[in-house]
């Protein structure tokens, strides 16, 4: 691994520091939480209380999680009405729209505020919290799509001793045992975390056994009073086979049954997902106004991807071809995937300076920084469009032969960038504040295949500003206003089709405004959002109209940007404790659409693909008087119809589930327990959940029926 220079300067910065700090007069004493839920998201990247910050956040802590029986991202999407599932197959790792863009998981995952690639199943089981920064991003990451900005946080070492062990078991045979310890040792300026997890898979489609486990521990150790360093590092690993799409029969919808597994062939194997990160993080108190963080992450992925892949159909009786679908009778063209060994690391270097000073009457909260980080991908030849098989039928689902052909290229990639920050949030009265800030990221970025061939590489300069105002309007109550920028990069991949192979399009400048205003007091919350979302959209212009855009005629059409997609929503949020009653709910409503577009202008003023005009989420419980210690509680999801074709010729119904739980709080050994017992899809609907067009392919995901489960959590 090439070295990165700024982490090289970080290292030798925090082990000069930590030296010195032992001989460093005695400043007054930093204070760092070291449990418990934040009153801040260490997403947004300011040290304010959320009701006080001028974005749209949501916070998943670890009992919501356990509560909901989430087991990946995707599971956590019932908690907030932006977002919705994007190409979500069993067994596989998760994508996710948010305010209709779906977001990059190269770009917008984040792990202790450090980037890592989400194209991995990502433990939830040892993680405090999950953040998520709902719009543009660019003042948090260099580039990433918008949309929205997911980050992890896990559980740190609490102050007093724990042990707590869960299990859980549900209708499909999953059995889940999760052991979470922590103690303090050194007169308790020392403390340690440690989760251990094993559980058996076993989804609702034949054939998808599986397993997984997860090793986890988390460190910190105050050195002074003023210096705090902190480690968290796991080990996972998931094996399990996916479930694919299913497709429209020629322009029908096929049964939404989520019991039918294309991958279910005698030579199927699992997906297998091996997951080490960590990181180390060192604070550092100047003074009573001033500090300083040093961090330095981590995150190597291997996976092996197996898949029995569905994709178009060729119809021998008519002789038709169908590219984007299953033909009429349920047959489909079968391609025997593998992809052995992919290997994708990150490595990040992060250092800041945070501090307050006063300018006459006027108050700043500056905070500046850089961050470097280094992304490999690395692969080796692949079956894919070779791996072709005669082809399947859903009705029938016959056995076939296996069929590997390694001769497909895999894409090697290697970016590094450099990110310089600065923010600073004014405050001119007790009620007013204005925050500016300003990124300035420096990208050099290569793609080769493994033959050699595409070799694109490319450097860039970009900078994202972003503005925003706060009022308080006294009574817990804020009012906002924000405008800001995220940053996506395009090169033209070196295919022969393509006048421009190789070139840089110009940067895809996403814009935002959002207005909001929120309201938060130890009884209730709510907050209403109004936001713009303007995102360049790029497309091939046909030069040669009877090849169409096609390798096999060099130069036939040009890569370019053309047009853009608007998405204009209304956001309402709200949550409320009343006595025995406890509720929380958010709507969505938005509005998409494609605009400008001199390739296609016939979908201009179209809501794109597989986005809902309308969300909504609710989660009710009600502790019952008669009964002490127990808990009903209900879960709605409700998503509005979609689009499954961009013409919009065939639209998905909405659709509505809901889950249903009962808590009962007791002791057992004298300690602490609590007993669950959920059904999700209480009323067992069946219904398509997502129809993303992705791969130039239309896809249906059908919703899973329903299931029981039955969870133990208790200390010893």
């Not at 090169?491 to 110009?506: E, F, I, K």
Request: charged fraction near 20%; glycine fraction near 8%.
């Amino acid at each position: 691994m090439a070295p990165i220079r700024p982490t090289t300067f970080a290292v030798a910065t925090l082990l000069a520091t930590l030296a010195h700090a032992q001989t460093a007069p005695t400043l007054p004493a930093v204070t760092i939480t070291t449990s418990g839920a934040a009153p801040v998201a260490d997403v947004t990247g300011f040290d304010a209380p959320l009701r006080d910050t001028p974005a749209s956040v949501t916070v998943i802590d670890s009992a919501r999680i356990a509560e909901a029986g989430a087991r990946t991202l995707s599971d956590l999407y019932r908690f907030d009405s932006s977002v919705s599932d994007a190409y979500n197959a069993a067994g596989y790792y998760d994508y996710a729209s948010v305010r209709g863009f779906v977001i990059d998981n190269t770009y917008n995952y984040r792990r202790e505020g450090l980037p890592i690639s989400g194209e991995t199943s990502l433990p939830l089981d040892h993680l405090e919290r999950v953040e998520l920064l709902k719009g543009t991003s660019g003042i948090q990451a260099g580039t990433s799509a918008p949309g929205g900005l997911f980050n992890l946080v896990v559980k740190r070492p609490t102050a007093t001793p724990q042990r707590v062990f869960r299990t859980e078991v549900n209708s499909n045979g999953n059995a889940l045992a999760h052991v979470d310890i922590s103690g303090r040792v050194a007169e308790g300026d020392m403390g340690w975390r440690l989760n251990v997890l094993g559980e058996r898979l076993n989804g609702e489609a034949p054939g998808t056994e599986g397993k997984r486990g997860l090793l986890a521990l988390a460190m910190d150790a105050r050195l002074s009073r003023d210096s705090l360093l902190e480690g968290e590092f796991e080990l996972s690993r998931r094996a399990q086979r996916s479930v694919p799409g299913l497709s429209l029969l020629g322009d029908q919808l096929p049964p939404a049954d989520p019991k039918l597994n294309i991958n279910h062939q005698p030579w199927s194997q699992p997906v297998d997902f091996r997951n080490f990160s960590g990181s180390l993080r060192f604070t550092q108190a100047i003074n009573s106004q001033w500090n300083w963080q040093a961090q330095v992450g981590t995150q190597r992925l291997v996976t092996d991807d197996y898949l029995a892949y569905p994709y178009g159909c060729y119809d021998v009786g008519s002789g038709d071809y169908y590219p984007d679908r299953f033909c009429p009778n349920g047959d489909f063209d079968l391609y025997d995937y593998r992809s052995l060994d992919e290997r994708r690391n990150t490595h990040s270097a992060h250092w800041r300076v945070n501090g307050q000073f006063a300018t006459g009457e006027v108050r700043h909260k500056l905070s500046a920084g850089i961050l470097a980080s280094r992304f490999t991908q690395r692969g080796q030849t692949r079956s894919n469009y070779s791996g072709y098989i005669l082809g399947g039928n859903l009705n029938t689902l016959p056995a076939v032969p296996a069929n590997p052909q390694f001769v497909d290229t895999f894409t090697q990639r290697t970016e590094r960038s450099t990110e310089l920050f600065a923010t600073d949030v004014i405050e001119w009265s007790p009620a007013l504040q204005t925050w500016v800030g300003l990124r300035h990221t420096r990208l050099n970025r290569r793609s080769v295949e493994t033959d050699g061939s595409e070799d694109t590489a490319y450097r860039d300069n970009v900078t994202t500003p972003w503005l925003a105002a706060t009022y308080k309007l006294g009574a817990g109550r804020t009012v906002y206003g924000s405008w800001g920028q995220g940053i996506e990069s395009e090169v033209v991949t070196q295919r022969p089709r393509y006048t421009n192979a190789g070139a840089v399009l110009p940067p895809l400048k996403s814009r935002q405004w959002e207005l909001g205003l929120k309201s938060e007091d130890a009884r209730q919350r709510w907050n209403v959002t109004l936001f713009s979302i303007t995102r360049p959209t790029t497309g091939n212009l046909v030069l040669n109209t009877s090849s169409g855009c096609d390798d096999a005629s060099p130069g036939s059409c040009t890569r370019v940007i053309d047009g853009e997609a608007r998405h204009r929503g209304l956001e309402l949020g709200g949550g409320r404790t009343s006595g025995a009653w406890t509720y929380d709910a958010s709507l969505t409503w938005l509005d998409a659409e494609r605009r400008h577009s001199r390739l296609t202008p016939e979908l201009n003023g179209l809501r794109p693909t597989n986005v809902p005009r309308w969300i909504l989420r609710a989660n009710l419980s009600h502790r019952l008087a008669s009964l002490p210690g127990v808990t009903l509680g209900a879960h709605l999801s409700h998503e509005g119809s979609r689009a499954v074709l961009p013409d919009q010729s065939l639209v998905l119904p909405s659709w509505t589930r809901v889950d249903a739980s009962v808590r009962y709080d007791t002791r057992l050994g004298g300690q602490p327990a609590t007993w669950t017992l959920a059904i999700d899809n209480l009323f067992n609907r069946r219904y398509f959940q997502e129809a993303p067009y992705q791969y130039e392919h239309i896809y249906l995901f059908p919703g899973a029926g329903r299931t029981l489960r039955v969870a133990l959590d208790t200390r010893f």
